[in-house]
């Protein structure tokens, strides 16, 4: 059973009642973050019951060193760790001489949790019973602001119910923090001073080995009914890494009141004295507001929402889940700084580790490119093509030359740091989504200038690493790829992957056809990147051989490309027939029995026919989603949504709408049982492409937008926007037709079902 415990809401994540065996999923469903920092939705008073503390921020990592049995040549020498930063939502409570803690209350009733993602706001409200038998009303509310991303606010209000009370609050900021996903459970942060001054306090920590600095600030005010009682802490307690705040407040029955706290981080990628940041940033929110800065917060997801939202009519799980995953999106990344890219758990937890994966350029950046300014794409771009010598340098590690480059599975400043042989090694396809998203990119946005600028020496320095990768057999009289694992990750070291080898020639071919261009049309940037890169005649004549005579494994029988050469050597059962009791494998099976197996983790070869869909006729297509389909069992969040736009391609409306509300549920109802670890944003751009690609049939082909929408039975209709070119192209699709209009560039041609649109 998937859990089934938010409540449908057009415009809000709600939970109703409280139940400590969903503690840590609902953490992680209510995260919140501004792009620049994030947190879980741990409670702000001490609970000791189960919780994953977890706040982090952009940017900051930890080099873990690699633990493993056996050591490799080759091997990554760290894993990057997104750290849990110092924690400054902490508020513990105290209530005629009891500690609030919902795992020890008498009774806790009304408890509702609300993440208002219109808003951008999280809400929290309970009644409890302590112990001594005070009953108290809470509200809560907590928001990172979008406008200053270095400042969060925390409103927290109690209320009296059935006494007179002497309540004590005791705010907090604490660099004593470990991660819970350590390989040898060190402590990150090193303290380095403990400050305060009036109601404002500062704890500056610096990580060891990548030495980030963070100071990590609070002020407080405290009101009684509304207003400000201007008052000071009674006591303070330091330790080396911990300030703390004491504020007694003497309440009669029926008086409510609160603790205003300010909070966040300054660290030293922005700042050169992190205090001095801190302290301007607590300055300029004081100077707003908390009312004010709450008014900014609603008006800047406004904003967002006007580009960005995707309306379904007559399917609330389906509304609430496009726009769970739209909201998580723009909460990790809203493209302001180059320097950061979009982790694949986000601000919501620590697993996977690592800021960038190749899920970036396969799913994320038609996203951002369709909802923002194409700058913020450009920007993403940008951050592989700054990355490119230490990707050579990864090349150059495991024995290519020359300028081969292949860029990590796994990066916090462009090393390698996944330290997994067989997706560190062999994972490398990793390098064909990077060099698709430059071709994307100018597809999308018709600007053509990064290629000549940045783009075509990463496009080189892949296309040397194929052409280094392949080898020649003379069995086959080809070129083949040996030992790769694919994106079906249940494969290992398989020869021949379809995919990769695909992947590879179009990556030799399109920047062939790029070096051309470039020469013929920008022949300043030509003479500047060959001088450079020293790429001479010869060796792109070799390289285009390799492309030519590149080997693709295939099936006469079946009529199919195979997904490796040895694939048909497998017992094929399908996922009908295999006992739901096995399932997920990957918590079942041993890895061994998973590798004999036909099983397919996400779209594979069907992966190469989502990218190279004008490569192949539709009757192909179905043949190999009829193939490979049966033996696939989702279990990465990036498989169900590429299936749900394949079958909306072949019509098939109730399979893609299945897909659809797999991908957008996924985290919210937790198919995968492992929500309390954090959620799966990169994934959920795809969940944003099932609709615009699949229900909304959206190609570019020969600089045209194109769209060839259908509905899904259970919706009456559905719209989005997207940004093509400079210009704003709404969709409006109902059961009675489709309406595009379009503002912005008049150039733009837009093409319905095949028929040009005449727009006004």
Known sequence: MNQDYIQPDNWSIIEEGFDVERVKSSESLFSIGNGAMGQRANFEEHYSGKTFQGSYIAGIYYPDKTKVGWWKNGYPEYFAKVLNAPNWIGIDIEINGENLDLAKCQSVSNFRRELNMKEGIYYRSFDATLANGTEI????????????????????????LNSDAKIVFKPYVDAGV?????????????????????????VTARTYKTHFTATTFMQNSILLESSNLSVAPVSVQETKDKIQFSYEVAVTKGQTTSIQKIGGYAVSMNHENTIIGAKNSIAKALEIGVSQLTENQKQAWDKIWEMSDITIDGDVKAQQGIRFNIFQLNQTYLGKDSRLNIGPKGFTGEKYGGSTYWDTEAYCIPFYMATKDQQVARNLLAYRYNQLDKAIENAEKLGFKNGAALYPMVTMNGEECHNEWEITFEEIHRNGAIAFAIYNYYRFTGDYSYIPEKGLEVLIGISRFWHQRATFSTYRNQYVILGVTGPNEYENNVNNNFYTNYIAKWCIDYTVEQINKIESEYPSDYTRIMNKVKLSQAEILEMKKVADNMYFPYSE????????????????????????????????????????????????????????????????????????????????SLSPCVHSIQAAVLGRMEQAYTFYLRTSRLDLDDYNKEVEEGLHITSMAGTWMSIVEGFGGMRVRNNQLHFEPKIPAQWKGYSFKVNFRNAIVKVEVKQEGTNVSIEGNSDVDVFVNGESQLIK
């Open 557 to 636: 029988e079946h009529g199919v490309y195979l997904q490796q050469d040895g694939f048909l050597d497998k017992e094929l059962i399908t996922v009908a027939d295999l006992d739901k009791s096995q399932r997920p494998i990957n918590q079942k099976w041993s890895w061994d029995r998973i590798l004999r197996s036909p099983y397919i983790k996400q779209a594979d070869t069907l992966q190469g026919f989502y990218f190279f869909e004008d490569h192949f006729t539709k009757e192909q297509l179905e043949k190999h989603f009829d193939f490979y389909e049966p033996f696939t069992v989702h279990e990465s």
């Open 137 to 160: 009303a809470v509200k809560v509310q907590r928001f990172l602001s979008l406008d200053l991303d270095e400042v969060g606010v925390i409103n927290y209000e109690i209320t009296a």
């Open 178 to 202: 470990h991660n819970e996903d350590a390989n040898w459970e060190e402590k990150f942060w090193e303290p380095i001073s403990v400050k305060h001054s009036g109601n404002e306090a500062f």
